[in-house]
């Protein structure tokens, strides 16, 4: 366009000359026709000879006027040409380019889905069991999950086996709960709805309709982080290498090889798809087309990842702080930060429709965040102004102003709305941080869970030997220290660039590389506490070190710092943005490809045939009625193979299925036979799993067996210089019981045993033998 406009001045300038040309040109003409005329013929002669000759001029000059108007007006029209020829192939190379982008990212995410699925297969030899043996390998009490899809499938209509899950009285004994909102059951609902309305029961069979929708999430989730990472670099190569960290840290990405119904894996992928949508939509470089586009993508996962995960909205909350902290360094504009804010609003809003109005969204920190934030803002409405030491004290004004209200306003929605976990929870943290010590059994057997336990050094070991963890931090060094440059600019009040060059080297002032420093060092700090956080943080630091490494803007950042002038920094910067990524890439595949491909071949056997043979029994022996008590993740199993009520339910976000947990787990306590009886009959129990994995449970942390808890919370622990002992005037029941004397054979009968199981009936009538 600039080429045009200084041809089209030049043109104009010609074209004035020769206007002025002609202008003086009737003068020429008419001087020479006023000459000397003495006589009137000479004078008529003359004037007829000037008339014709003037004639001929004017011919003349209009003749080379067009010639000039032609040209001038053939000029723009091949500059014209020229640019629509040059835009024309600046825009098919992005179309290919974007075409094999796209074409890679789908191609990444659907090899991961088909690889899982072998490897699952070859894991549990799938394909060659039987349907009993096939549910038994969801571990960790997942298929709890997997029998209410089963139970949509059986119920005579979609609408009718709703109706069932919203009043189900047949999975706790003794309550009626709506177990789509207890267990978040939204994935089966919809799962079991296209299962129906496709006809696939005449093609597949529907566990593996289910655990195939299961790693096509995974595909997505995969396929997102490929295109987080090539919109944040501008090259799909970051995505691929994105995508080959990922599954080489699979242990420490996803849990979906061995737990499928897990809620995060059928949650996870719609957050991952929220992110890249959210890095979109942040960028400064694209169209107001692909902005709309991104700001209905993220808002459609948003409201999807609510309904599907209980814990999403804790998620939510820790991206809403990144996005604060974005709005009040002023690194965002504020129309931007005013629709998300839309869209969490909405997206909460339909979550608590969809929810059964569950209470627990209206005190959610995530709701508070927002209604601090927005208030905070219409009382500070120049808070971004002045100079800089005005501006850091607003600033820390402004953070208290908002921390202040959202605590206000959840701490009065708690008191309005029966929350019952609240309290629960600030007490769990409490203990977590070593500011108060308890004896309580639910607080202590969360605290034991690996999920929030300290991560090992293992994690970060095989994070280094996969060469992510050392290009993670050179990464996270260069975009940190260029975010806070940009935020010392922003409150010295320099404004934000908006159209920033690889010759500037300022990585720091993309909104989508400062969200996802904020996102990568608040996500990396609660992994540092709680090792299940660890599923999500790991995938985007393999998306945020891939991006950096083949990001020449990374490059060019550090070649500005050190002033780099032998070497002209912007060739360097597009050459090491290839070659890094290429020589880490093969390196990768040189050492790592054998490794998943010997994952493909290998044949472990899995197979438990003393659970086989429990369920068996069940199915075959106890009555269609019965009510079962154990462990939560047996209970899990017993529903989700035979159906039978069960005192508890493998939910940890549950503290009243916590508490009944906590009685069933009395069993390994101990404690006498009539106060076992009592707490299993007042749970309308008949009868009772013990297993030898936890009754004889040897552990090297010894404070976290369950025995070690029940005796804790039952004050059945004695400290003698500085060890600890168990001592009552009660032996352990779930030992004692099998010495078959009274009173334990009073109250219960032995029905099943073999190596790892012993069930008991619990007698209805008691019958006293000495």
């Known amino acids: 366009m600039t080429e045009i406009r200084c041809r089209k001045t030049e043109t104009t300038s010609e074209g004035d000359k020769e206007e002025d040309e002609r202008q003086n040109e009737p003068e020429l003409h008419t001087t020479r026709v006023n000459g000397p005329v003495n006589t009137k013929d000479e004078g008529s002669v003359s004037t007829g000879e000037a008339e014709d000759k003037q004639q001929k001029d004017e011919d003349e000059v209009k003749e080379e006027d067009a010639q000039h108007k032609q040209e001038a007006s053939n000029r723009p029209e091949s500059s014209v040409r020229r640019s629509k020829m040059s835009s024309a192939s600046g825009f098919l190379q992005c179309?290919?380019?974007?075409?094999?982008?796209?074409?890679a990212a789908v191609a990444c995410g659907m090899l991961y889905a088909v690889y899982l699925s072998t490897y699952h297969d070859r894991k549990f030899w799938f394909s060659t069991r039987q349907e009993l043996e096939r549910e038994i390998t969801f571990q960790e009490g997942s298929g709890l999950y997997y029998y209410y899809y089963k139970h949509m499938l059986t119920a005579p209509s979609f609408e009718r086996g709703l109706y069932e899950l919203t009043i189900d009285n047949k999975t706790v004994s003794g309550e009626t709960i709506n177990i789509v909102e207890r267990l978040s059951l939204y994935p089966e609902l919809i799962t079991s709805f296209v299962y129906r309305i496709t006809s696939s029961q005449d093609v597949v069979e529907p566990i593996y309709f289910y655990i195939g929708a299961v790693f096509g999430l995974q595909a997505v989730y995969v396929t997102a982080l490929f295109v987080c990472s090539w919109v944040m670099s501008g090259t799909w190569v970051a995505g691929m290498l994105a995508v080959a960290w990922y599954v080489i840290n699979r242990p420490d990405t996803t849990k979906v090889d061995h737990a499928i119904p897990l809620r995060d894996n059928w949650a996870l992928p719609y957050f991952s798809c929220q992110v890249a949508a959210l890095t979109g939509f942040l960028s400064n470089k694209i169209s107001s087309a692909t902005e709309m586009f991104c700001y209905l993508t993220m808002s459609a996962t948003t409201v999807t990842f609510l309904l599907v995960w209980e814990h999403s909205h804790y998620v939510l909350f820790i991206q809403g702080l990144c996005l604060f902290l974005l709005d009040s360094f002023d690194l965002v504009p504020?129309?931007?930060?005013?629709?998300?804010?839309?869209?969490?609003?909405?997206?909460?809003?339909l979550a608590y429709l969809f929810q059964f109005q569950n209470p627990a969204l209206l005190s959610s920190p995530l709701l508070s965040l927002l209604i601090g934030s927005v208030l905070a803002r219409y009382f500070q409405q120049k808070m971004k102004m002045g100079p800089l030491v005005a501006r850091v004290l607003k600033l820390f004004l402004h953070f208290h102003l908002v921390f202040t209200t959202g605590i206000t306003f959840s701490y009065l929605v708690k008191k309005l709305t029966p929350v019952s976990e609240s309290d629960f929870i600030l007490k769990f943290l409490e203990v977590k941080f070593g500011l108060n010590t308890?004896?309580?059994?639910?607080?202590?057997?969360?605290?034991?869970?690996?999920?929030?336990?300290?991560?090992?050094?293992?994690?970060?070991?095989r994070l280094t030997q996969a060469s992510v963890l050392p290009f993670y931090f050179l990464v996270l060094a260069v975009c940190l220290l260029s975010t806070?440059?940009?935020?010392?600019?922003?409150?010295?009040?320099?404004?934000?660039?908006?159209?920033?060059?690889?010759?500037d080297g300022r990585i720091g002032e993309q909104p989508e590389v400062i969200y996802h420093v904020f996102h990568t060092l608040l996500f990396g700090g609660l992994a540092l506490l709680f090792d299940g956080m660890k599923y999500l943080w790991t995938p985007y630091v393999c998306m945020f070190t891939a991006f950096g490494v083949c990001s020449p803007d990374l490059w060019m950042t550090v070649f500005k710092w050190l002033k780099l002038k032998s070497i002209h920094p912007v060739v360097l910067s597009l050459i090491l943005s290839t070659a890094v990524p290429t020589i880490i890439g093969f390196s990768l595949w040189r050492e790592y490809c054998p490794r998943v491909l010997a994952?493909?071949?290998?044949?472990?056997?899995?197979?438990?045939?003393?659970?086989v043979e429990l369920i068996s029994w069940i199915r075959s022996q106890a009555p269609v009625a019965a009510v079962f008590a154990g462990s939560p993740q047996m209970l899990g199993m017993v529903k989700l193979c035979s159906g039978a009520a069960v005192t508890s339910l493998p939910l940890y976000s549950?503290?009243?299925?916590?508490?009944r947990t906590e009685d069933t787990y009395q069993v390994y306590a101990m404690r006498s036979a009539e106060d076992v009886y009592k707490i299993l009959t007042s749970q309308k129990t008949n009868y009772v799993i013990i297993e030898e994995s936890i009754c004889n449970e040897l552990s090297l942390n010894k404070g976290c067996r369950i025995k070690d808890l029940l005796d804790i919370a039952n004050g059945h622990v004695v400290y003698d210089k500085g060890e600890i002992y168990s001592f009552s005037k009660h032996g352990r029941f779930c030992q004692e019981i099998k010495l078959n004397y009274s009173p334990y054979t009073n109250y219960f009968t032995r029905v099943f045993w073999n190596r790892s199981y012993h069930v008991y009936k619990v007698n209805s009538v008691i019958s006293f033998q000495y």
């Open 654 to 659: 549950d503290i009243n299925l916590l508490r």
């Open 484 to 503: 806070l440059q940009t935020i010392y600019r922003r409150l010295s009040g320099q404004p934000m660039t908006t159209n920033l060059r690889l010759e």
């Open 334 to 349: 504020p129309r931007k930060m005013a629709d998300i804010h839309k869209v969490y609003l909405s997206s909460l809003f």
């Open 95 to 103: 179309l290919v380019r974007v075409f094999f982008g796209c074409l």
């Open 599 to 611: 994952e493909l071949s290998d044949l472990p056997e899995f197979y438990d045939p003393d659970t």
């Open 438 to 461: 308890t004896t309580d059994f639910v607080t202590n057997f969360l605290l034991c869970q690996e999920s929030f336990q300290a991560p090992s050094q293992d994690l970060f070991l």
